[in-house]
């Protein structure tokens, strides 16, 4: 180790302690690969701040010796934007520590918290208060609500909630200098300029490190609808998607679809599982339909849903009648991540499109990709109701390094150029991380390119914040 890296540590520690600090190597290991596997890099240090302060101090110091630093809250990320290169040179600063709930306000319906707060805790925060913070993923349980802001990430529950960027009032951001930004403001209307709050979401810790956030809150739902569905094609579940929404209006919280393919990886993947249909169908939609009290709403779902069936739009319909039901659905659709990892080597796609051409698409691009002389099977599943499909390619388990990289090609070119023809996003809600920073320069157009670059070269004129990702 060089001098000015002990020399660097030792001043790091002077600001954190040695709770704040991971130096030995095995401590280190779950913060230098990311979820999926696909990454792994080097660090100096590995650091871990208590509060805004401190925060504030370590990037202050980085700053001035030019340190790069990784923001990473819950490493849940899926396009390796959390993940350090492999120079050494890097630093992570961890959020984890910095996980206190510091006001719900059930007035003003929101919640101000601390970036590194745990997704799942937010959420029973806002339910200790009788209200709801709605972003809802399968990784909720780990990621962390400033990775969520950083990635403006989605989830099931878009389709009436919006994404993580309509979800939050007001932020507090270290700035690349080290100084905070105080932008906590719990306000629905504040016309006063540049939107710097819509900046920082979705900048993937280009920009700055999210320390905390103001959230909105909205009222529990006491009582919920669940149902499952088979239909023989996507057309089919996109027009059962525009009745459901006309018939259920705000009522209709999720609309998420699994090809047949998704659903068997899960079966034979996720430990019990079973088979929610007797039948298999080519596309699922479990779809969920919540209020604030029960006012018939299991007998609205029946009836949209009887009148598809009796209409030939589904073939066969599961509701319902408890709970642990439910659980078990949803548990087929949030174990197809798992599922993915545990059966092999995934090209994974990440798109957005409007909802009416998503059957066109992947007709279109089943054909394209079964026109290629790779072998490989397309785990189609997504969030139908935001048009965002995860457009996933399996290769064979036994696939050489050579060949997944000739295959990740061939497949993310295919799809991606289809995707910019239908004009539509080559990142839903994933981000860009190190995935799809190169693709992006040849999707985006140039202006948006270079107007991007500026931003980030006025806020981060030295390039320390993650750098190699997103731009
Ligand atoms: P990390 O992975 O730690 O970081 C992600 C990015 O944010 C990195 O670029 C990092 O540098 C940056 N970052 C993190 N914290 C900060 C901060 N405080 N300040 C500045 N930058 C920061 N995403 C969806 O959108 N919808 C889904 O349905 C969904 N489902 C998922 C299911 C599973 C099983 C998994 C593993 C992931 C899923 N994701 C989904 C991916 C999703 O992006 C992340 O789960 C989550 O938003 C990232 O939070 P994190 O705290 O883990 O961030
Ligand atoms: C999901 O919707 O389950 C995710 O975004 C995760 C994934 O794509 O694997
Ligand atoms: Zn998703």
């Not at 919640?111 to 809802?136: C, H, K, W």
Request: charged share 20%; glycine share 10%; aromatic share 4%.
């Amino acid at each position: 180790m060089s001098d000015n890296t002990q020399d660097l540590i030792a001043q790091l520690r002077a600001i954190v302690g040695d709770a704040g600090l991971v130096t030995d190597a095995d401590a280190q290991a779950p913060y230098l690969k990311d979820w999926l596997g696909k990454w792994q890099g080097r660090v100096t240090v590995v650091v871990r701040p208590a509060d805004t302060a401190q925060t504030a101090e370590v990037v202050r110091l980085c700053h001035i010796t030019h340190t790069p630093i990784v923001a990473q809250g819950g490493n849940t990320g899926m396009s390796g934007g959390g993940t350090p290169d492999d120079s050494g040179a890097q630093v992570i600063l961890s959020t984890t520590r910095m996980n206190r709930i510091r006001e719900v306000d059930p007035l003003n319906n929101t919640m101000t918290v601390d970036a590194g707060v745990i997704l799942a805790n937010a959420q029973q925060a806002a339910r200790e208060a009788d209200r709801y913070f709605p972003l809802s993923l399968g990784a909720e349980g780990s990621c962390t609500v400033g990775g969520n802001l950083a990635t403006n990430a989605g989830g099931i529950a878009v389709l009436r909630f919006g994404n993580m960027r309509e979800l939050a009032l007001g932020l507090e951001v270290v700035l690349p200098d080290g100084r905070i930004w105080n932008g906590l403001r719990g306000l629905r209307k504040d016309n006063t300029g540049y939107d710097l709050r819509d900046l920082f979401i979705g900048s993937e810790g280009t920009l700055g490190v999210i320390t905390g956030a103001v959230l909105k809150l909205f009222a529990q739902p006491h009582a919920r609808a669940t149902a499952w569905v088979g239909a023989d094609t996507l057309e089919q579940l996109v027009e059962l998607l525009a009745r459901t929404r006309a018939r259920c209006g705000e009522r209709l919280v999720a609309f998420e679809m699994m090809s047949a393919a998704s659903l068997a990886l899960v079966l034979q993947h996720v430990a019990d599982t079973r088979a929610p249909l007797a039948q298999p169908a080519a596309f699922n939609a479990l779809i969920e339909l919540a209020d604030t009290e029960d006012g018939g709403l299991q007998a609205m779902l029946e009836d949209v849903l009887g009148q598809a069936l009796e209409d030939g739009l589904v073939n066969d319909a599961m509701f319902c009648a408890s709970q642990a039901q439910s659980a078990a659905l949803w548990k087929l659709r949030e174990g197809i991540s798992q599922a993915q990892v545990r059966a092999g080597k995934v090209v994974k796609h990440d798109i957005a499109l409007p909802i009416s051409s998503l059957a066109a698409f992947t007709q279109a691009a089943d054909a394209a990709i079964a026109g290629e002389d790779i072998p490989a099977e397309i785990i189609n599943f997504g969030h139908l109701g935001d048009g965002n499909l995860h457009f996933n390619v399996m290769i064979p388990l036994s696939s050489t390094y050579e060949e997944v990289k000739h295959a990740t090609a061939v497949f993310n070119r295919l799809v991606h150029d289809m995707v910019a023809r239908m004009n539509g996003s080559i990142s839903a809600e994933h981000g860009v991380g190190q995935l799809r920073r190169d693709e992006l320069r040849h999707y985006k157009q140039p202006l948006e390119m270079e107007l991007m670059l500026r931003i980030k070269q006025a806020f981060d004129p030295n390039l320390i914040m993650n750098p190699g990702k997103l731009l």
